[in-house]
């Protein structure tokens, strides 16, 4: 089974980025969804967006377009999340998630999650 | 698309059924058979344990079932035993390729 290898904690001031990556351990970027979801201390899960397999393009909850990238790249087997603009608010629990072949947000696959922690 | 609703916490009896709640709107779980459920014990992260409002993946238990009438999805547990305390999260599909997950329910073995 394929794993998702996060990166390492996080500390930010408020009002700068951070990019978090995600290595798999196969290929499977070209074949699966691959989502981000995050949950805040205390907080449920929440889905920020997700990577399509086909060309790598990224859809966005409206909460946060324009504030969040994600990325691919295929040659390392990596997937990337950059948020900007922190504020204290998005110190949470990151998770990459990748879906499984019946789709739909069926995921299978959990990276461990990064911790980013907003803090003046 | 606001969060979906579900009861905070829900308890019962081992042995016991209970029913996990998930209510939306016609623009989410009313108009796509694209619910998930999912499991998270403390520290941990999600297992999935339902997709496509009644599937289950391979190796979870059919104590585990899925439905879902109008707005409304379901989760129940059936035969509950200690290791289902847990949070379960459900999620649906609103249009778009964009999801949304459940406020997420705090199972209870007494």
């Known amino acids: 089974q394929v794993q998702l290898v996060q990166s390492g904690a996080e500390v930010r001031e408020p009002g700068a980025s951070v990019k978090v990556s995600c290595k798999a351990s196969?290929?499977?970027?070209?074949?699966?969804?691959m989502h981000w979801v995050r949950e805040a201390p205390g907080q449920g899960l929440e889905w920020m967006g997700v990577?399509?397999?086909?060309?790598?393009?990224?859809g966005y909850a409206q909460k946060f377009r324009g504030r969040v990238t994600m990325t691919r790249d295929t040659s390392t087997r990596t997937l990337y999340l950059e948020v900007s603009s922190l504020r204290s608010e998005d110190t949470a629990v990151y998770y990459c998630?990748?879906?499984?072949?019946?789709?739909?947000?069926?995921?299978?696959?959990w990276g461990k999650g990064t911790t980013v922690i907003v803090s003046s | 698309h606001s969060a979906l609703t579900q009861p905070a916490s829900v308890s019962g009896s081992p042995g016991q059924s209970i029913t996990i709640s998930c209510s939306g709107t016609?623009?989410?779980?009313?108009?796509?058979?694209?619910v998930s459920w999912y499991q998270q014990h403390p520290g941990k992260v999600p297992k999935l344990m339902v997709y496509?409002?009644?599937n289950r993946p391979s190796g979870i238990s059919n104590r585990f079932s899925g439905s879902k009438s109008g707005n409304t999805a379901s989760l129940t547990i059936s035969g509950l035993q200690a290791d289902d305390e847990a949070d379960y999260y459900c999620?649906?599909?609103?249009?778009?390729?964009?999801?949304?997950f459940g406020t997420g329910t705090e199972v209870t073995v007494l």
């Open positions: 998630a990748r879906d499984s072949s019946s789709g739909w947000f069926s995921v299978d696959v």
């Open positions: 196969e290929d499977t970027f070209d074949s699966h969804f």
């Open positions: 990577v399509n397999p086909s060309g790598g393009t990224a």
């Open positions: 016609s623009t989410d779980i009313g108009a796509y058979n694209y």
């Open positions: 496509h409002v009644s």
């Open positions: 999620s649906s599909h609103t249009g778009g390729g964009a999801y949304v």
